[in-house]
């Protein structure tokens, strides 16, 4: 208010009385209210030029409203200036609404205007930011200002702004390193390594100058000389310039020895980038035989000068180019001919052409090198590719331009680029006419180069031909036992008969043919790419096919020659003469074998295979030419000895027990029923038999043995999976997971801990390595201290007192559970440095105490009984320790303090000779016990400085001192004598011990402490400390702890209570005794990144969300307070029950799966570093004061030489985080919340980086033009504010948006490791304290590979919310933890799985990235960095010391979505070139291990699916024909064993035991087997196998339809934490193909078998052998209603059939979403099919074809047919097809004609039909002796007839569309469609109906909510009622 009246006093001084101005004028101006403009939601093409002035203007708004409004009218002018026809998207509304602001304020401003002018105004406000240091805003206004003076004529109002303009400048914007001289006393900048770095580029001496540079005021150094060599980008030069100054300063740190000058760069730090750098080019080069263009000068000062140049030049190539950067080997090609550009102007070189300096072919031009290096390129990855629908062979992706590069094809290329070269045709056409810019009238013909090196067809093949030698070895294998069951061997011995020996030997004929397949199939999936191919590829090619087909040739003929003849048929070994014959047969298997000799004889020395797969020598060459393909990536791929040992006796026991398995209960059980099929002679059949002449029943041994050799080749991936969960097993216990399990087992272990913490998480100046696993067990458990080591304490204490105090700032505890669970650190009052948590002790205490009461004997054995536990040990001293120093404390008089001297004298004195049981009473313990609590407690309210408390506390003492001396101690007379000698002379004769005692510490009634008397003259005063401090160790550490440990008994082993910090403290004690790197100083620590890219997710729940209902029910603050009380009540308790709603918000945040929580999981990193870096300084008696210290130096920010600023400084150079946001400038242009969210993110967390894709429009030539950037801001003052600008050549985000938005991003990260953290993950502050140590795994492997990417464990935080989210959790807990572990160590086969991992990012950014991009092929991006690493002689570990949380989701629909994504990602995976090349250059044990763990188990998967449809049909077959009637009654053949087997086995998968195995073994070792088997068989009573059944399905369908027909897209789950109720009417949509129609199929299957073999079979023995198949098909039809919460409410189901009913009507159109109609759903799930190759359309009409078996066999069962097994009575049942699809053409072309205009013709005529087909079916129940079993047969017989040629229609889609029935056929869908709705519905309904039910279903759902006495019904309802 005083500034307001102070501006209108200035106003009426400025304007006279007789001012013409009116007085409205004057009002407004007193009124005048300012509001800010929204500076923010710009439209982007104004926001680097406009916003500034906007945001200067809010800020002046108060202090001065006329000069905002000038900055906006500017601000205006500006505007209108960039784009006068207002053509640019938002520019017209954003001037509209500032115009209408700038005519609001126009007139109301001038009467607030300080000067007497404008500009004077201006220059007064300029003059005053300008000495307030407020450059930025000074120079905002003397832009204005420059602006208005032109304006009105004022020029001499202008000052002199030049360095104003150099300042602000030199103080722009910054990310980490403030390279500008006016901030060089930044703490960072005067860290020595960074010194040394920026020392080493600003080194320019020697460097030749450049012609037209530009000019810039910043120092010259060696990028900059670069930029203006080439014209790289001037935002992109000072972010590399960043980033090398980063990579140089940390590796020059590290370097041991020291160099000598800590400010000079090492040359090592060089070489070592250089090194990492360059290693994927110089093995590039060396692949294409070209030299590299590395060229040193002779002078070795300047050595390093030009290496940083290579450096430099490779950085600004990778950070400017854009997509370009997914294809490494296109950036070696670039850097090579630039590299040899650079080397030409360092030496001056003269051009033999024109006579000149060398110069670069670009120039050094703004953007030149993105103009014409860059976006030609990327003109070519832009390729069309139909959003990736199109065929995969039809457009070349990432992978096909980056191969193009491994050719030396690639130098037709030129530099310059020849644009005209076939390489930048785009166009599928064979030629093209394109006219180049330089010679316009010249014209030249392109052609598309198509793919290069692989073509990814859509086909089943691609299985057989990526993994041909398992496939081999089954086959043979299945042959050999095949052979030996039917000869019927008992003894290995018999193998030598020379009849079956002969049959064994036929095993080389197989493999021949099937070498044969394996290459046709091979060149005839290669043939798209057959353009690019090298001549020698192409006679590899030629050669392998003609040698294959003559093998296939020689050995069946010679075999056949072989057996034919009677003289030497086999190896025959004859007796008496000793010799034997060898036939032509074997000679030519030997010869053929060779091969496969030389082969085992290399695979046993891999070192051997590594140098000539990776040798240049010319024999090396034709060999692996001969072997392999001559292919860049998968050379030199070999483990060493002991990994390939380790893993090969895996495989060769796992594959022994299978093949045993397979011999003896699935082959040759199936033998002898097999020989009895083949004599039955069966004459007549049920049906028309088209073969019956077929000898030996072909068909039925074909249904018999079909189900069983797909199990047969199916059942290894359960064999692996039993085998992995028993090695996995054991390599974790030998680990040491699982060693603290519990909360009682880290009570135990507790003391173990600071010494385990000491040796891996404390840096020591001489780091020892660790030893081995067994050394480090027996120094852990045997030789293990029993005494923790005074100096381990401190630091451990300090650290485990932030893990707690972290837990109570996540409200995971309460206050009082964090006094009971600190080491309080105290450096006063003697005693050691640290003490033991509370909640280790209080129960010991107590247990002490008793103990002591009750005891009689020797004081020896006492002391020992209590020195075993070292906890009550501990206990006892503390204690009494703080009892004397509390004494000591509170008492000062002289006489007083003798007192008590002499009590704790005697004391002592007792207990150092042995005779405390003798001097004291024990008995009387718990008595002094009480007395003590009663003082402390007392002690504890007196600090309110409360008279009556003291006068009790005085009290207190007294009673205590009287008790001991009276009651406890046996003598207490020199206590007394004390006493005497100063009181009892006085008074002379015998003085009760109650009144020397009453008068000690007696008080006035005032309150102060007086002496024994009055008349004392003062000398012997007797005087408490009074009054007592608030604060301090008195309070703090010393009362409330004692009276903790005094009163606190049973209930500390409840402590802490939450089971989420049980979890965390338990695996972090488990993890001290796990092997791990010590860790170094964090001076010289690897640098890290982390970066989490972002969509759209939820930032941070708005309170709308937290409080409006969701969909009906609950809202989410309510549902969080319901899953979480104890927490909620914790974070009440935290803010004294008066919280905000922004902590409301931020509670509720950090308990969801959004970006808020992932924040401030990755930021404890930070955090974490920050404190490791202070105790690596410290010292253990300084860590007290250095937090004090720490904690004063942030009040002193502005001091660069204090404490923090210098923590803060090296951490900034160790820790980087990035956040991707893609669409943040699209949403902040929008006035999205979640902008803000994230701006309030960087506010809370300054080092957060955020990089988003800027999408603006520029008017070129009048046209709007879309210009794309990448741009990374930070947060200042709570705004955003943009650090670097980088323009991209188009759109980045080409292929999937995860990859392309992660690859925009990366060039912003920084360090040497990088951690891609997925969106919906979250960190503990103690587990991210293990980042240092686990950044020492790059630089320890002994013995092995550098690795490259190291794997962590995840922990699934949702695992609680449902009993789905618990069968998700254990699922991939399993897979995270013993699948992953076995995976790493021995199988050798892990890749990149989880988000946790961290990549070498050097190694990383030159081998194409962290993940590959190219559209849907790459749909599962993040494993093919894995498969790119090991391609590339990379090495991928595991560790699981560190484990990082990851949310999943919690509702049916979301989980399936999730797992149709991962089953489409592996079908799209199948037909990649990765796992082609993987399956061919892994040996073959390492194939197994890469097959059973990635492809193969969703095949394995498909495959039991398909087991169940193969034995049913074969079995509908055998029932329809009659087969099975005569084999049972005539060969009496009841009971197959293999194929009860065969059913077994299948149900092992199907009920989800596969991943059971694993689960209960992995949950055993960290929880203990006890609750592992009772948390398995919880999970049964919850209906796991329900679900794992279910789940079967949703991968089965979705990896199937993926490779047959494609349609494999990203499904976004939402991340959901509330469950909610899926109406039916989703269900259906999303389960409808999958599930509902094969589950209906498997029903018609049974019911049909068990209709017709009722006569002759059981219906026991029938349901005994099907009954894992009635599981299925029930659990597919009714799964998703069972696990849907509130699935069986009345109430849901009647809302569910209305909209059911309302999109099943709709009708459909362009535009209308699938959710909202049955033809858009309809469409939309059969839209694969439209895309679908002509082999596939083939495949799947063939498939279709099994419904019409169901008409073929059942017709001739009518009683119509009368028996009659004609092939008429078939075709005349087509009639009965036919009649009806007329039927359904008339109705449709009666409404669609008379419906309108002749309504009551066209019910006139409906009833005319349906009166016609009444009338007919029954004339033929009169007639033709139909019955009512025929109508029902009927039914089981057409409708699958009819959903097949739906199905066929659907395929032949086009070609029905011309013929004009299209529209019936949707008419019969969607009659289908409702039909299957209804049966679905019906038994719903019913169950609804029926009470309890519901109650059941909601039981089963939220059991783990029952046990935690969740009252799940008001949540499902909708209780809306918040607290």
């Keep these: 208010m005083e500034s307001r009246l102070r501006i209108v006093q200035a106003m009426e001084e400025i304007v006279p009385e007789g001012s013409s101005q009116p007085s409205q004028w004057r009002l407004r101006a007193a009124r005048h209210s300012p509001e800010p403009f929204d500076s923010e939601k710009l439209p982007p093409i104004l926001v680097s030029e406009i916003r500034r002035f906007l945001r200067v203007a809010n800020e002046l708004e108060r202090e001065s409203p006329r000069a905002a409004y000038l900055c906006r009218f500017h601000a205006f002018e500006k505007i209108h200036t960039m784009d006068q026809n207002s053509s640019g998207r938002g520019v017209r509304q954003l001037k509209t609404s500032l115009l209408q602001r700038l005519e609001r304020d126009e007139e109301v401003t001038k009467l607030l205007r300080l000067q007497k002018s404008d500009a004077r105004e201006l220059e007064y406000l300029y003059l005053k930011k300008k000495s307030e240091n407020a450059l930025e805003i000074a120079f905002v206004l003397m832009e204005v200002l420059k602006a208005v003076s032109f304006t009105d004529g004022h020029e001499q109002f202008l000052p002199a702004g030049g360095d104003i303009k150099e300042k602000s400048e030199s103080y722009s914007p910054y990310n980490i390193l403030p390279f500008d001289s006016g901030d060089s006393q930044n703490a960072i900048m005067l860290l020595p390594e960074i010194e040394a770095s920026i020392s080493a580029i600003r080194n320019v001496r020697g460097l030749p100058s450049i012609e037209n540079s530009c000019e810039t005021g910043l120092p010259l150094d060696l990028l900059y000389w670069l930029q203006n060599l080439f014209g790289f980008q001037t935002g992109s ?388 030419w001969w072997t392999q393909s001559h292919l860049y990536v998968g050379r030199g791929m070999q483990e060493a000895q002991v990994s390939l040992l380790k893993y090969t ?372 005063n007797s005087v408490l400390r009074f009054p007592l401090p608030d604060k301090g160790p008195l309070k703090d550490q010393q009362i409330k702890r004692l009276f903790l440990m005094l009163t606190v008994k049973e209930a500390a082993l409840d402590i802490p209570a939450n089971l989420e910090v049980r979890r965390r403290i338990s695996f972090f004690a488990t993890s001290l005794f796990m092997d791990m790197p010590p860790a170094p100083k964090v001076r010289n620590m690897l640098s890290l990144s982390i970066m989490t890219p972002y969509f759209l997710e939820e930032v941070k729940f708005s309170e709308d969300e937290l409080r409006l209902s969701q969909d009906g029910g609950a809202s989410i603050l309510y549902y969080m307070q319901k899953i979480y009380p104890d927490e909620w009540k914790n974070l009440l308790e935290r803010f004294n029950y008066n919280i905000t709603d922004d902590d409301t918000r931020c509670w509720a945040s950090f308990r969801g799966q959004t970006l808020s929580r992932t924040v401030r999981g990755m930021m404890y990193y930070r955090k974490a570093l920050k404190l490791q870096a202070f105790l690596d300084i410290c010292s253990n008696q300084d860590i007290a004061k250095g937090c004090i210290a720490i904690e004063r130096d942030k009040n002193q920010k502005n001091s660069q030489n204090s404490l923090a600023a210098k923590l803060d400084a090296l951490i900034d150079m160790k820790f980087t985080y990035i956040i991707s946001c893609q669409m943040f400038g699209l949403q902040k242009a929008a006035g999205d919340s979640h902008a803000q969210d994230i701006i309030d993110l960087m506010s809370r967390y300054p080092s957060l980086r955020v990089a988003y894709i800027e999408e603006k429009e520029e008017i070129v030539d009048g046209k709007p033009h879309k210009v794309y950037s990448s741009v990374l801001i930070k ?105 992953q572990r076995f995976l790493a160590n021995p199988l050798r086969v892990r890749f990149h799985y989880g988000h946790p991992d961290l990549f070498d990012r050097i190694f990383h950014i030159t081998q194409g990235g962290i993940s590959k991009a190219s559209k849907t092929i790459n749909l599962s991006e993040g494993v093919f960095s894995g498969f790119n690493s090991i391609l590339r002689q990379g090495h991928v570990t595991y560790h699981e010391y560190m484990q990082v949380g990851k949310g999943r989701d919690v509702g049916l629909n979301q989980i399936s979505k999730f797992e149709a994504k991962l089953a489409n990602g592996n079908g799209e995976q199948t037909l990649s070139r990765d796992i082609y090349r993987l399956g061919h250059r892994f040996d073959f044990f390492r194939l197994l291990s890469f097959y059973f763990t990635t492809v193969g188990y969703y095949f394995n998967n498909l495959i039991s699916v398909f087991v169940v449809y193969v034995f049913l049909y074969g079995r509908l077959y055998l029932v329809l024909s009659g087969v099975e009637r005569a084999l049972i009654i005539d060969a009496r053949l009841q009971h197959i064993k293999s194929l009860e087997t065969v059913l077994a086995t299948q149900s092992f998968l199907q009920l989800g035991l596969l991943t059971g195995l694993p689960m209960v073994m992995e949950l055993g070792l960290e929880k203990g087997f006890l609750s592992a088997m009772s948390n398995f068989i919880l999970m049964q009573l919850q209906l796991a196998a329900s679900f794992f059944t279910f789940s079967l399905g949703t991968k089965a369908h979705h990896f199937g339809r993926t490779i047959l027909h494609g349609g494999a897209k990203y499904r976004p789950t939402g991340c959901k934490f509330v469950v909610f109720h899926a109406g039916f009417t989703e269900n259906y949509q999303l389960y409808s193909r999958s599930h509902f129609v094969k589950g ?157 205009n002749y309504h009551l013709i066209y019910r006139f005529l409906k009833l005319l039909i349906f009166l016609s087909v009444l009338a007919g079916i ?106």
């Design 649 to 1020: 006796i895996f495989w060769v026991i796992l594959l022994s027990c299978k093949l045993l398995f397979s011999y003896h209960f699935q082959i040759k059980p199936l033998i002898e029923p097999t020989k009895h099929i083949m004599k039955v002679s069966i004459n007549t059949y049920d049906w028309h038999e088209f073969f019956p002449e077929v000898q030996n029943n072909a068909g039925a041994i074909l249904a018999v043995w079909a189900p069983i050799l797909l199990v047969y080749v199916m059942d290894t991936q359960i064999w692996y999976s039993i085998f992995c969960a028993i090695f996995g097993g054991v390599c974790g216990i030998v680990r040491h997971l699982g060693e603290i399990r519990t909360a009682g087992m880290v009570r135990s272990r507790f003391y173990s801990f600071p010494s385990m913490f000491n040796g891996s998480f404390v840096a020591h100046p001489s780091q020892k390595k660790k030893g081995s696993i067994f050394k480090d067990i027996l120094k852990n458990k045997v030789c293990k201290s029993t005494e923790a080591e005074r100096d381990e304490l401190p630091k451990f204490a300090h650290v485990w007192n932030q893990i707690i105090a972290n837990f109570r700032s996540e409200d995971l505890i309460s206050n009082r559970e964090m006094d009971m669970m600190i080491m309080p650190l105290s450096s006063k009052f003697g005693g050691t440095s640290a003490r033991w948590p509370l909640f280790l002790l209080a129960m010991k205490f107590s247990s002490a105490v008793n103990m002591a009461r009750d005891y009689v004997g020797k004081h020896e054995k006492l002391s020992r009984k209590i020195k075993k536990d070292k906890y009550m040990f501990y206990a006892i001293k503390e204690c009494y320790d703080t009892l004397k120093n509390v004494f000591n404390f509170l008492v000062v008089g002289d006489l007083d303090k003798r007192v008590l001297r002499a009590l704790f004298d005697d004391i002592e004195t007792s207990i150092r000779n042995s005779s405390t049981p003798i001097d004291f009473k024990l008995a009387e313990l718990p008595v002094l016990i009480e007395k003590v609590i009663k003082m402390v407690e007392i002690l504890v309210t007196v600090f309110e400085n409360n008279q009556t408390r003291l006068d009790a506390l005085i009290i207190s003492f007294q009673g205590f001192l009287e008790f001991i001396i009276n009651d406890m101690m046996v003598e207490g007379g020199r206590i007394l004598d004390i006493i005497d000698s100063s009181y009892g002379q006085e008074r002379g004769g015998d003085v009760s011990l109650m009144q020397h005692v009453s008068h000690m510490f007696k008080s006035d009634s005032r309150g102060f402490i007086v002496p024994f008397s009055q008349s004392d003259e003062g000398t012997r």
């Design 1818 to 1923: 029954f004339t033929m129940l009169c007639v033709c002796r139909l019955s009512v079993m025929d109508l029902v047969i009927c039914c089981l017989a057409f409708l699958p007839t009819g959903w097949g040629l739906l199905s066929v229609a659907q395929t032949l889609r086009p070609k029905i569309e011309e013929y004009g029935v299209w529209e019936p056929v949707k008419v019969v869908a969607q009659a289908y469609d409702y039909g299957m709705g209804g049966l679905l519905f019906i038994p719903i309904a019913v169950l609804a109906w029926m009470p309890l039910i519901s109650t059941i279903q909601t039981r089963v759902l939220f059991n783990q909510a029952f046990t935690r006495q969740l009252q799940i019904h008001p949540i499902l309802y909708g209780k809306n009622r918040n607290r």
């Design 237 to 624: 030069v000072s972010n590399q310039r960043e980033h090398l100054v980063l990579l140089l300063a940390n590796m020059h740190v590290r370097q041991n020895p020291k160099p000598a000058l800590a400010t000079k760069l090492d040359d090592r730090a060089v070489d070592e980038l250089m090194g990492k750098l360059f290693r994927n080019y110089r093995n590039w080069c060396k692949f294409l035989g070209r030299k590299c263009n590395f060229w040193l000068p002779s002078v070795k000062q300047e050595i390093q000068q030009h290496k940083i140049l290579y450096i430099a030049l490779y950085l600004l190539i990778w950070g400017e180019a854009s997509n370009l950067r997914l294809m490494p080997e296109c950036l070696c090609y670039i850097f090579h001919h630039m590299a040899y550009e650079l080397y030409g102007v360092l030496s001056s070189a003269v051009s033999l052409n024109t006579g000149k300096k060398v110069v670069p072919a670009y120039g050094g031009q703004n953007e030149s090198f993105l103009r014409n290096v860059v976006t030609p390129i990327y003109k070519v990855i832009y390729e069309k590719n139909k959003n990736g629908v199109s065929d995969h062979s039809k457009w070349r992706n990432y992978d096909d331009l980056n191969e193009f590069f491994w050719s030396t094809n690639c130098f037709k290329l030129g530099w310059p680029l020849r644009l005209e070269n076939d390489f930048f045709c785009t166009s599928f056409s064979s030629k093209q006419i394109s006219t180049s810019k330089e010679s316009p009238n010249e014209t030249c013909e392109w052609k598309w180069l198509g793919k290069t090196n692989f073509v990814e067809v859509r086909s089943f093949w691609h299985l057989f031909r990526s993994f041909d030698r398992l496939w081999t070895f089954l086959l043979l294998a299945l042959q050999m036992m095949t052979i030996m069951a039917w000869h019927e061997l008992e003894t290995p011995l018999e193998l030598f008969d020379p009849e079956v020996f002969d049959g064994i030997m036929s095993i080389f004929v197989t493999n021949a043919i099937l070498r044969f397949l394996q290459v046709v199939i091979d060149i005839s999936l290669m043939w798209g790419a057959r353009q690019n191919m090298e001549f020698s590829q192409r006679l590899r090619y030629l050669i392998k096919f003609l040698v294959a087909l003559i093998w296939a040739i020689t050995l069946p003929v010679s075999y056949a020659t072989s057996q034919g003849s009677s003289v030497c048929s086999t190896m025959q070994f004859q007796s008496d003469a000793g010799n034997f014959c060898i036939s032509l047969y074997l000679i030519f298997v030997l010869i053929y074998l060779i091969s496969n000799f030389i082969g085992v004889a290399l695979f046993f020395v891999p070192a051997v295979t590594h140098y000539i797969e990776t040798s240049s020598w010319l024999a090396c060459s034709i060999i692996s």
């Design 1275 to 1379: 947060a200042v003052n709570n705004l955003d504010q943009e650090v670097y600008r980088i323009k991209l050549p188009g759109p980045p985000i080409i292929g999937e948006g995860k990859p392309e938005n992660q690859n925009h991003a990366i060039i912003f990260t920084r360090g040497e490791a990088l951690q891609a953290i997925d969106m919906n993950q979250d960190n503990n502050f103690e587990e991210a304290y293990k980042m240092r140590n686990l950044l020492q795994e790059f630089i320890r492997h002994s013995g092995q590979p550098h690795p490259t990417i190291l794997g962590l464990r995840e922990h699934i935080f949702t695992g609680s919310i449902s009993s789905l989210a618990g069968f998700m959790s254990y699922q991939e807990t399993s897979f995270v933890t013993i699948g």
């Design 1640 to 1796: 209906i199929e498997l029903i018609f299957l049974l019911s049909v078998y068990n209709l017709f073999s009722m006569s002759y079979e059981s219906s026991i023995a029938h349901m005994m052998i099907t009954y894992s198949t009635w599981f299925m098909a029930i659990n597919w039809l009714f799964v998703p209603f069972l696990f849907n919460p509130s699935g069986f409410a009345w109430r849901m189901i009647v809302e569910d059939w209305a909209d059911w009913n309302k999109w099943m009507n709709n009708v459909g159109g362009i535009g209308v979403q699938p959710e909202k109609c049955w033809e858009s759903w309809w469409n939309t799930e059969n839209a694969h099919l439209r895309h679908s190759g002509l082999c596939s359309r083939i495949i799947e009409i063939l498939l279709c074809l099994r419904f019409f078996i169901y008409q073929y066999g059942l017709v001739y069962h009518l009683d119509i047919s009368q028996k009659n097994k004609n092939i008429v009575v078939y075709m005349l049942s087509w009639f009965v097809i036919l009649a009806v699809f007329l039927l359904v053409k008339i109705v449709g072309e009666g409404s669609r004609r008379l419906s309108t």
